[in-house]
T-cell receptor, first 112, second 116 residues
Framework: GQQVMQIPQYQHVQEGEDFTTYCNSSTTLSNIQWYKQRPGGHPVFLIQ?????EVKKQKRLTFQFGEAKKNSSLHITATQTTDVGTYFC????????????FGTGTRLKVLA | GAVVSQHPSWVICKSGTSVKIECRSLDFQATTMFWYRQFPKQSLMLMATSNEGSKATYEQGVEKDKFLINHASLTLSTLTVTSAHPEDSSFYICSAVRSGSLQTQYFGPGTRLLVL
């Protein structure tokens, strides 16, 4: 079945350092979404990427969809303590479907 | 907008009992809702897709007779864990897709189930 892997599994950074998590699929994707889950909370939608090579920015967050539409990345510039949480990608293989498979997640800890 | 609620937020029950969890979209209609379970420090595992007015579609390995899903209206889906056992203890999260929302899922706050 479709697998969506994320690396790294954990990341500890000093406040102010950058952070990147990578999402890799074994199959070509229709689109990909990113979510953030704070400790004890539920996933919150961040963004959706649809086009090959697409790059989107939200303040300090930069999201990229690979040219082959099999991988994606989330980069955070100058991390803050509020960035703490687990970042999940969610992949959809079929256009027009609402069904997404969640990646394994990357847990980010920011040290003040 | 796009608020999804779940009830109860947490529940403790004895082994062998059944537990019903409700998922409601409060300010929008959702023809499709999803049910996930999440074990501590792990990812969300999709259990089933709930469509209003039709039978749920279960993922491979999920027992449909154990996890009963009913999507009776455009704003409510329920998950019933029948004859719960300690291994069913988990964090159950629903999500709802708002029509025309570019496939964005809005997640409920989750329900923590502990089966003794």
């Amino acid at each position: 079945g479709q697998q969506v892997m994320q690396i790294p599994q954990y990341q500890h950074v000093q406040e102010g350092e950058d952070f990147t998590t990578y999402c890799n699929s074994s199959t070509t994707l229709s689109n990909i979404q990113w979510y953030k889950q704070r400790p004890g909370g539920h996933p919150v939608f961040l963004i959706q990427l649809v086009k090959s090579g697409e790059v989107k920015k939200q303040k300090r967050l930069t999201f990229q969809f690979g040219e082959a539409k099999k991988n994606s990345s989330l980069h955070i510039t100058a991390t803050q303590t509020t960035d703490v949480g687990t970042y999940f990608c969610a992949a959809s293989r079929n256009p027009g479907t609402y069904k997404y498979i969640f990646g394994t997640g990357t847990r980010l800890k920011v040290l003040a | 907008g796009a608020v999804v609620s779940q009830h109860p937020s947490w529940v403790i029950c004895k082994s062998g009992t059944s537990v019903k969890i409700e998922c409601r979209s409060l300010d929008f209609q959702a023809t499709t809702m999803f049910w996930y379970r999440q074990f501590p420090k792990q990812s969300l595992m999709l259990m089933a897709t709930s469509n209003e007015g039709s039978k749920a579609t279960y993922e491979q390995g999920v027992e449909k007779d154990k996890f009963l899903i009913n999507h009776a209206s455009l704003t409510l889906s329920t998950l019933t864990v029948t004859s719960a056992h300690p291994e069913d203890s988990s964090f159950y999260i629903c999500s709802a897709v708002r029509s025309g929302s570019l496939q964005t899922q809005y997640f409920g706050p989750g329900t923590r189930l502990l089966v003794l």
